[in-house]
């Protein structure tokens, strides 16, 4: 699986966009980038996940830029439950399943600001 | 529809014991995964599940094990603990086909080894 880099953390005020980032230089044509996040001591919760077509769905956006080497997602409103740390993801579709385990990398802390 | 639910949430247990914690998927998830989380090494994969039978595994000793039964709830064994054990245990599940690589996240099991 291609690797990803995301900073190490961010702030955003409350009701604002959230705009997080992520670099994915290596990806190959049959990767997809996911997003999940995690609340303080509880498990990942999957966001999004897009192949090369911007993605929406009731929590966030994902766009993918034309060359694939990057990406955002945006929460369009942040409250302070979004406070986590966000891991972007990129691997294969394995329509089976059977895949290795996903690779978390050091995530995003995103601190909501009041 | 009821998430993904781990037992026990807390324990407590001293170097060379063994530990199972138990996990049941969602209603319908045949593939279980099982993740380690510490703060020095993030999460990691352990191994995955589906319909009995273990198809992948991360790097880990032998003394870590696992298990699925035939109604998909799983199981996850730590022989002859170790202080760098203590994590947090988490348990995903997914269906398969389209949605393989989805996971949902248990609220996990936090074991210290003392």
């Known amino acids: 699986d291609a690797k990803t880099t995301q900073p190490p953390s961010m702030d955003c005020a409350e009701g604002r966009a959230a705009n997080l980032p992520c670099n994915h230089s290596?990806?190959?044509?049959?990767?997809?980038v996911y997003w999940y996040r995690q609340i303080h001591s509880q498990g990942p919760q999957y966001i999004i996940h897009?192949?090369?077509n911007n993605e929406t769905n009731e929590m966030a956006s994902l766009i993918i830029t034309e060359d694939r080497k990057s990406s955002t997602l945006i929460l369009p409103h942040a409250t302070l439950r979004d406070t986590a740390v966000y891991y972007c993801?990129?691997?294969?579709?394995?329509?089976?399943?059977?895949?290795?385990?996903?690779?978390f990398g050091k995530g995003t802390h995103l601190i909501i600001q009041p | 529809k009821a998430g993904v639910t781990q037992t026990p949430r807390y324990l407590i247990k001293t170097r060379g014991q063994q530990v199972t914690l138990s996990c049941s998927p969602i209603?319908?998830?045949?593939?279980v995964s099982w993740y380690q989380q510490t703060p020095g090494q993030g999460l990691q994969f352990l191994f995955e599940?589906?319909?009995?039978?273990?198809?992948n595994k991360g790097n880990f000793p032998g003394r870590f094990s696992g298990r699925q039964f035939s109604n998909s709830r799983s199981e996850m064994n730590v022989s002859t603990l170790e202080l760098g054990d203590s994590a947090l245990y988490l348990c995903?599940?997914?269906?398969?086909?389209?949605?393989?690589?989805?996971?949902?996240f248990g609220a996990g099991s936090r074991l210290t080894v003392l």
């Open positions: 995903a599940s997914s269906s398969a086909g389209g949605t393989a690589n989805v996971l949902t």
């Open positions: 290596t990806i190959s044509g049959n990767e997809y």
């Open positions: 897009g192949l090369k």
């Open positions: 993801i990129v691997r294969v579709w394995y329509s089976g399943g059977g895949a290795d385990g996903l690779t």
């Open positions: 209603s319908g998830h045949r593939s």
């Open positions: 599940y589906f319909s009995e039978t273990q198809r």
